[in-house]
């Protein structure tokens, strides 16, 4: 029963570098979401797919982008990587029925030097 | 703007007791309001959840209790334990999207 899994669960980065965060769900489920968890702040959303071919910007997708490359898989990208966005990294998947709660992966902790 | 503000930012309470977390939001146009448990190195679980049209629901030492005319929405623990050791996130569902807007968190430790 894997859930939502995410890949890879640390990295560190250098300033500049480029990254991909890779997320999968096996409960074929419509929406998934990518989240940013830091101190104080709670989780803040920083994009969104209601289903495979459609995404959307969140609160904070500045610095970020995202491919829905099939019903299971939601990947985020950093292009160049920056300090500020060191965070835990979180992806989410719901079901379509409304009133259905979202399923987190386990996160990638991620440090950028 | 729609916000969920969660208090206190933590919590300590002794084993036996009962552990009360509190959100409050502004906007209206939310269905669902589901709380989730977060353990040290894991992501977020659904802990308990309940709909604007039912004021309270238990789910053994978990309630929610919810008020809608104050737009407010509780968690209480009943019988804490340390296992109960978490920080725990309120979070609303925005109506007609796929959205959910999260509080800001509350760190609790029960002491043995």
């Known amino acids: 029963n894997a859930g939502v899994t995410q890949t890879p669960k640390f990295q560190v980065l250098k300033t500049g570098q480029s990254m991909t965060l890779q997320c999968a769900q096996d409960?074929?489920?419509?929406?998934m979401y990518w989240y940013r968890q830091d101190p104080g702040m709670g989780l803040r959303l920083i994009y969104y797919s209601a289903s495979e071919g459609t995404t959307d910007k969140g609160e904070v997708p500045n610095g970020y982008n995202v491919s829905r490359l099939n019903k299971r898989e939601f990947s985020l990208r950093l292009e160049s990587a920056a300090p500020s966005q060191t965070s835990v990294y979180f992806c989410a998947s719901r079901g379509v029925i409304n009133n259905q709660p979202q399923h987190f992966g386990d996160g990638t902790r991620l440090s950028i030097l | 703007q729609q916000q969920v503000k969660q208090s206190p930012q933590s919590l300590i309470v002794q084993k036996g007791g009962i552990s009360i977390i509190n959100c409050a939001y502004e906007n209206t146009a939310f269905d669902y309001f589901p709380w989730y448990q977060q353990f040290p190195g894991k992501g977020p679980a659904l802990l308990i959840a309940?709909?604007?049209?039912?004021s309270e629901k238990k789910e053994g030492r978990f309630t929610i209790s919810f008020n809608k005319s104050a737009k407010q929405f509780s968690l209480h623990i009943m019988d804490s334990q340390p296992g109960d050791s978490a920080t725990y996130f309120c979070?609303?569902?925005?109506?007609?999207?796929?959205?959910?807007?999260f509080g800001t968190g509350t760190r609790l430790k029960v002491l043995a």
């Open positions: 979070a609303a569902s925005v109506s007609g999207t796929y959205k959910y807007i």
């Open positions: 409960m074929n489920h419509n929406s």
């Open positions: 309940i709909r604007p049209d039912v």
